[in-house]
């Protein structure tokens, strides 16, 4: 695993402003959970507990028009591309004012004013969604980056192949991360894995691909600054392999009986929000700081959370617009 | 007018309209030779490499990534070279094409065209001759076109090409060299508007692609036992045309609809089902047997829908 960025020299300012966002990230799950808990969260979430340094370092370090896909795991990932967080929980309740007008939900949730061109609800169907994306841009001449997040589970899909291979063979500007938190839905990706894992697969289709501790922010934001650096130079797709650890279920409503207990608690000492605020205090950050990162994003989202749930729904007539611009959906039903 | 071919009049609506707008491009497997039946030929010669392009044989990236490119503000012609192995695009086309618009609520369009080859095309056998058109006709966000003669392929693949949303457009193998009158200059031709083929007064027939030839024929033996058919060229599955099959077949009081498709689940059936729910006038369809479509040619003519097949359903109907 790269370890080349100097951590005797830590831009702290910086590093203070990734924890606050991997806060702000968790604060909003943790409402979503709520939303759950409150019967106004009605569809299924996908928590990335625990996965949040994936997003602050790989999504905090792309520019504002580049593009991002996501999965189904998305929120950490549309949060930290720049959607407001109220916006997003309106999405999650169904309600008026969502970034989908409430017609999404967590699952297909989008945000094309900054870049964010939707979670996808299908495992890995965004690979190739996002390899036609850099395609675009190069047709177009412009020199954004695609960032295609997606889980260790989408590997063993055949749109892994086809949008790797694509990617590869056109050159195309496209950064594909598999943010790998050890299971595909309810079970332990490895036993239902061949071979060497994404960056080896990823190799042998001809991409340089890396392996890195994903809950490690620093080691994420360098590695993957390193990379989008290459794909905007033009010398073509990048892989990068971000191992981390789903501390929840697969869903909101899943307990995660199949894992051992001892396990989980081990794991819950390594998460990335911890290690940060670690290296925040080494460098002599005050504790009252730290804590304070905690308590302002918990606030952001208690805010956001209050106004949608007071939000209203949108009306039946929203089930017949942006169906197509020809033909009546309405037309010989009912 | 021009008299050109039904192949012909595709290539040169393809090129009329990369050459009005820059970022429409076609993408698909061997383009850049001209395609698997030639229907790009000479395109990549005034387009480039770029803009013609090859692809893998990898049909979930061709439409996969045309989706991602039409999101990104190019419109992408998707060369999917027969409609079977389109089926290996389904969740492309169906769960990312078709909903994109609508589950963003309305953030994007998806402009892309997706051109997907049907029908019997001698000896092709089971996986390269079904005609798939009622699955996508079934999936919101769709439009589906089925195109029967030349100047229509010109018209209707310009018109795909400049719809915002996605169009699944089924040209028919066997009508590749068919020639046929094309109106000179801008010819488009709207989504939605059927064409009527033949008037008469006995019974309304509805078909559409290259099943609208045999029941031309028919319609034309039929003619000369005294028997008058109003035969209509749906042309679009959806949008379909109600408005003018209600209006023939208030006519005439009978509806035939015959389609080569898989009767079973086949577009005849909303059509027919539309046709006696809103008049109550005799109805009857003409489709395939739900057998898969074989190879040696008595096997493959015995899933065809005939000429004969349809005189006698329509002296049938008639109690003639």
């Known amino acids: 695993m790269p370890t080349d960025h100097d951590r005797s020299n830590i831009d702290i300012a910086h590093l203070r402003a990734q924890h606050r966002l991997m806060w702000r990230i968790r604060a909003l799950e943790q409402a979503a959970l709520r939303g759950l808990d409150d019967k106004v969260v009605l569809g299924a979430i996908h928590p990335s507990i625990g996965q949040e340094a994936v997003a602050a370092g790989v999504v905090g370090s792309l520019r504002a028009d580049d593009i991002l896909l996501s999965t189904h795991r998305g929120h950490g990932h549309t949060l930290a591309k720049g959607a407001s967080s109220e916006a997003m929980l309106r999405e999650l309740l169904g309600r008026v004012g969502g970034n989908c007008g409430g017609k999404g939900g967590s699952m297909h949730i989008a945000d094309f004013r900054v870049g964010m061109l939707g979670a996808n609800g299908v495992v890995g169907a965004n690979i190739v969604i996002a390899a036609g994306a850099a395609h675009a841009i190069k047709l177009k001449g412009e020199d954004k980056v695609v960032c295609c997040i997606f889980g260790d589970g989408a590997i063993n899909r055949g749109p892994f192949l086809e949008g790797l291979n694509w990617a590869a063979v056109f050159k195309l500007p496209v950064l594909f991360v598999c943010e790998d938190n050890g299971f595909a839905a309810t079970t332990r990706t490895s036993s239902m894995t061949a ?67 001892d396990e989980l608690a081990a794991r819950r000492k390594e998460e990335p929000i911890l290690r940060a605020a670690d290296l925040l205090r080494a460098a002599g950050v005050p504790e009252s700081e730290i804590l304070a990162d905690q308590s302002v994003a918990e606030a952001e989202m208690d805010a956001a959370y209050r106004a949608a749930f007071d939000a209203p729904f949108p009306g039946p007539e929203e089930a017949f617009r942006d169906v197509q611009d020809i033909g009546d959906p309405a037309e010989g039903a009912f | 007018m021009a008299r050109i071919s039904y192949m012909e009049a595709a290539r040169s609506a393809l090129a009329e309209e990369m050459r009005r707008d820059r970022l429409v491009w076609a993408v698909g497997e061997d383009l850049g030779r001209g395609g698997v039946f030639g229907q790009y030929k000479g395109l990549v010669e005034e387009f480039g490499p770029e803009r013609i392009s090859d692809a893998p044989i990898s049909e979930a990236a061709i439409l996969g990534a045309s989706v991602g490119a039409a999101m990104m503000g190019t419109r992408p012609v998707v060369e999917m070279r027969f409609s079977d192995f389109a089926l290996c695009a389904v969740d492309e086309l169906v769960n990312q094409a078709a909903k994109a618009r609508f589950m ?57 090409i400049r719809c915002d949303d996605p169009v699944v457009y089924m040209e028919h193998k066997n009508l590749w060299p068919l020639e046929g009158e094309v109106p000179d200059g801008e ?52 949008p379909w045309d109600r408005a003018a099959v209600l209006a023939s077949a208030s006519r005439t009081g009978r509806l035939l609809i015959a389609h080569e498709a898989v009767q079973v689940g086949g577009f005849g059936a909303e059509i027919a089902a539309t046709v006696a729910e809103t008049l109550g006038v005799k109805v009857r369809r003409l489709g395939a047997p739900r057998a898969p479509i074989g190879y040696a040619p008595p096997v493959e003519d015995a899933v065809r829908i005939t000429e004969a097949m349809t005189v006698a359903a329509v002296r049938d109907m008639l109690g003639r």
């Open chain 2, 187 to 238: 010819h488009l031709v709207p989504f939605g508007v059927a064409r009527t083929v033949r008037e008469g007064r006995d019974i309304t027939i509805v078909s559409w692609s290259a099943q609208v030839h045999v029941c031309e024929r028919a319609a034309e033996t039929l003619a000369g036992q005294g028997i008058g058919v109003d035969l209509i060229d749906l042309r679009t599955l959806w």
């Open chain 1, 195 to 261: 071979g060497g894992g994404p960056a080896v697969r990823a190799r042998a289709i001809g991409l340089p691909a890396e392996e890195v501790d994903g809950n490690d922010i620093l080691a994420v934001e360098a590695t993957a600054r390193a990379m989008i650096a290459a794909v905007r130079a033009g010398e073509g797709p990048r892989f990068l392999h971000a191992k981390t650890y789903r501390l929840t279920g697969h869903t909101g409503v899943d307990t995660a009986p199949y894992r051992p207990a």
């Open chain 2, 104 to 160: 963003f609520g309305g953030q994007t369009r998806v402009p892309m065209v997706v051109r997907e080859p049907i029908g019997m095309w001698r000896s092709s056998a089971a996986q390269h001759s079904q005609s798939l058109e009622s699955w996508y006709a079934h999936i919101p966000g769709l439009v589906v076109a089925c195109p029967s003669t030349p100047a229509d392929n010109k018209g209707l693949l310009k018109s795909a």
